[in-house]
């Protein structure tokens, strides 16, 4: 029987850099919520381990072998004798290296897919284990909830249940490499930038009071980003003008940014204008979780 799970896109609502650490390692604090847009992965369990890849940004996901699914079922195997595995397809949907964890969720999906076939738990430590060594952002994306994430990603809050946040995500298909943004950051081991403490956030607030929290926080990677993907400025300048969007950032190191609304027509017309606008861009109305 064929498993199926989605791989929705990452969000960070807000980024801030708290310092670098003496390992090198910068140490972040973000709220994290999922998009409704995701890509979609299969498991057709079987004796060989497979992968297709397809969709719409299939070109730019990067050779069969590095992808994440595969370096997911691999490192699973190695850590459980006798791992059931089979044929993965992966249909790409997300754009890729676009500050959305495509890949991180990609790999987080293939978890819950191999967790499903051979009846193991999400919190199983082997699981937890391979999630934390295939990047930052795997973790939060085991379980796709809003959340807040900290250290490097592998500090994980208590689940928040977020108000309905009706969103632009819009990509100009410009590449940004994580590593590239951060090294502009400029920021050497044991330095802080000192800007204060993240904004508390509570579990069920309301549309107008987490846009209030929203506001008061930030994504730290934004004027970096702009510098190594000009467009990205541009980006955000096109979705504040719309009709109608409360809060624009940009989510990750770039160069995906998003625009919150408060209803769903709002959001769907402002992304119907700027595909209009911009035939090259990748905009896409969805919601927040």
């Not at 208590?158 to 590449?175: D, E, H, M, T």
């Not at 209030?212 to 190594?228: F, H, I, P, Q, Y």
């Amino acid at each position: 029987m064929t498993l199926i799970e989605r791989a929705p896109a990452k969000i960070n609502l807000t980024l801030h850099v708290n310092g670098r650490r003496a390992d090198g390692y910068h140490d972040l604090e973000s709220l994290v919520a999922f998009s409704g847009v995701a890509d979609l992965l299969t498991l057709e369990p079987g004796a060989r381990l497979s992968l297709l890849v397809d969709g719409p940004t299939a070109d730019a996901a990067g050779s069969i072998d590095d992808n994440l699914v595969m370096k997911t079922a691999r490192g699973l195997g190695e850590r459980i004798d006798g791992l059931k595995i089979g044929a993965f397809r992966l249909t790409k949907r997300l754009p890729v290296a676009a500050g959305v964890g495509g890949g991180s969720s990609d790999a987080a999906a293939a978890l819950r897919l191999l967790s499903r076939a051979n009846a193991i738990s999400l919190d199983d430590p082997r699981v937890l284990a391979v999630a934390r060594s295939l990047g930052a952002d795997v973790p939060v994306c085991v379980q796709a909830r809003a959340r807040m994430m900290t250290g490097v990603g592998e500090q994980l809050g208590p689940a928040f249940k977020l108000p309905p946040l009706f969103a632009v995500l819009v990509n100009p298909g410009v590449a940004v490499e994580t590593r590239a943004v951060f090294t502009r950051l400029g920021l050497k081991p044991g330095d802080t930038f000192g800007f204060g403490k993240h904004p508390a956030i509570s579990d069920a607030m309301s549309f107008d009071a987490l846009i209030s929290v929203l506001r008061k926080g930030r994504n730290d990677l934004e004027d970096v980003a702009t510098v190594v993907a000009p467009v990205v400025s541009h980006l955000l300048a096109v979705i504040s003008a719309a009709r109608g969007c409360r809060l624009a950032r940009m989510s990750g190191s770039g160069a995906t940014c998003f625009g919150l609304f408060e209803t769903c027509a709002g959001a769907a017309t402002a992304a119907r204008v700027i595909r209009r606008d911009h035939p090259g861009w990748w905009a896409k109305a969805t919601v927040l979780r």
